[in-house]
């Protein structure tokens, strides 16, 4: 049975689901009509953070051009360039028994990709979702449906993966930024530019 969360609600992941260990974190939205004269671009990029909230180096941040971290434990599934179709429009295999020791915090986020030269912003985009399935079974675990209140930020925290006494928990953040990806980047820690 799937729950359903509101943004800032947290539920546990492995302790409701005892021998869970590989999960799909699935990330998706529908873009509204544009006129704009540019196709939109969604990207889902995924920070991992160590107890200070902050990525310890570049290898700790994967997306389209760097599928894999976390010593193979988090694979990116790719980009898909139109976001067209049903269900997820991209996706993260996580294995949660692999997780680095280090990395207490897994950060799920959606950007536009060149938003500011296409002006293009999350006020044009609706259906926005993560959610969290077991690899192994298929069962949609969790979904966040995120809110569409959205209206001139560039990027999305989504949701996190978080340790919390030995468990994984999820967190539905659902927190827009203006500046996209690098400002997130520098948040996180990461030298951008």
Request: charged share 20%.
């Amino acid at each position: 049975m799937t729950i359903s969360l509101a943004k800032g609600q947290k539920v546990d992941l492995t302790k409701t689901n005892p021998g869970l260990s590989k999960v799909v974190v699935g990330l998706g939205w529908d873009t509204n009509k544009y006129d704009g004269g540019h196709d939109f671009d969604l990207d889902s990029s995924v920070f991992l953070l160590d107890a200070a909230g902050k990525c310890a180096s570049p290898n700790d941040f994967i997306f389209y051009n760097q599928l894999e971290g976390g010593n193979g434990s988090v694979v990116h599934s790719g980009d898909n360039l139109t976001g067209a179709g049903e269900g997820d429009d991209e996706n993260v295999k996580v294995n949660l028994s692999a997780v680095p020791a280090n990395i207490d915090k897994i950060s799920f986020v959606i950007t536009i990709h060149d938003a500011e030269a296409r002006s293009q912003n999350f006020g044009q985009v609706s259906n926005a979702f993560v959610r969290i399935v077991n690899e192994e079974t298929n069962e949609e675990l969790i979904r966040y449906d995120l809110a569409e209140d959205f209206s001139i930020e560039t990027a999305i925290i989504a949701g996190e993966l978080y340790r919390h006494n030995g468990e994984w928990k999820f967190s539905a953040i659902g927190s827009g930024y203006q500046g996209g990806l690098a400002r997130i980047a520098t948040d996180y820690g990461l030298q951008v530019g």
